[in-house]
Nanobody
Framework: QVQLVESGGGLVQPGGSLRLSCAAS????????MGWYRQAPGKQRELVAV???????DYADSVKGRFTISRDMAKNTVYLQMNRLKPEDRAVYYC??????????WGQGTPVTVSS
């Protein structure tokens, strides 16, 4: 199993920026992609961004051009740089590790609030 610990959430004004981090430990050899999902109140969890071990990325249309995912493979850490945040970006953000073998693992979530 992979353990994931997120950090970096908080309160930010519209137009502001936040950087989320997620550190993986445990069976990191089994990871083939890491990413971020979010769940807003009353809504389903949705993909925000994902990056494979090979560097390929995928973003939700709603965050393209504003959010950037990156990984530090040596530190087993994935980041999400969020710029030009909007009130609709408010959600709990979850780190996700997709694995070669077995189901994906999830972090505990970090809340992001965008409000003036």
């Amino acid at each position: 199993q992979v353990q994931l610990v997120e950090s970096g959430g908080g309160l930010v004004q519209p137009g502001g920026s936040l950087r989320l981090s997620c550190a993986a430990s445990g069976s990191v050899w089994n990871i083939n992609a890491m990413g971020w999902y979010r769940q807003a109140p009353g809504k389903q969890r949705e993909l925000v961004a994902v990056m494979t071990n090979g560097g390929s990325t995928d973003y939700a249309d709603s965050v393209k051009g504003r959010f950037t995912i990156s990984r530090d493979m040596a530190k087993n850490t994935v980041y999400l740089q969020m710029n030009r945040l909007k009130p609709e970006d408010r959600a709990v953000y979850y780190c996700n590790a997709r694995k070669v073998v077995g189901r994906a693992d999830w972090g505990q979530g970090t809340p992001v609030t965008v409000s003036s």
